[in-house]
């Protein structure tokens, strides 16, 4: 028999899954914790901090990653707490500065309430995310796709820069890669960079209640958990 446990988050009482994480247990009872490495199925690896939460036991706190944290009895988490809010916002300015070419790091950018970027603009293709790399490992078993190098230098590759025979070819780790959504007016050149913001109409009714899923069509196509 399946065991449940029961925690708080943003004061919401639920109750789920024994093992499930605090971020799927988020986005089941509606509440929007932004994010862009965690696909439901794929193991977590907290690779781009945006789900970000803090966790209160024995009368501290600390913040951490709610996709790589299960649920314990007796949890309390914020995940809207003024310390999150401002953190999640620098993450989410330090993505699109990296790739401004996205229209999913774009759309997250807004949600997380960025209205300008102070970082020079990188015009990347892959922030690392690795989506690609754990579906194509973990859904199609064929490990055609992985990390190569360390720190700046590190990159998703294909083996000695060759398709395998192995690679079935699904194209699944384009459908998953948050580079392959271009923002609405197009794609920027480099050197044109810019925050698009154009999204910014749609979270008009979220203001009075921000840790809320409004159902919204931010990084539509890209595949939100909660969509």
Known sequence: MEQYVSLTIDGAKIRVPKGTAVLDAALDYGICIPHLCHVRGLTPIG????????????????????????????MRILAHSEKILKARKNIAEMLVAEAPNSRAIQDIAV???????RYPFRHENCVLCGRCVRACDEIWQ????????????????????????????????????PMTITPCPGPMKKGNEALCGLCESQLSMSENFPDSCVDCRLGEGFGCARK
């Open 142 to 177: 064929s490990k055609s796709l992985g990390f190569v190098g360390r720190g700046l230098a590190r990159t998703v590759r294909l083996p000695f820069d060759v398709r395998p025979d192995y690679c079935k070819k699904c194209n699944y780790c384009i459908d998953l890669c």
């Open 47 to 74: 690779a781009c901090r945006l789900c970000i939460v803090e966790v209160f036991k024995n009368g501290q706190s600390k913040v951490t990653a709610s996709c790589t944290l299960e649920v314990e009895e007796g």
């Open 111 to 117: 949600r997380c309430g960025v209205k300008s970027v």
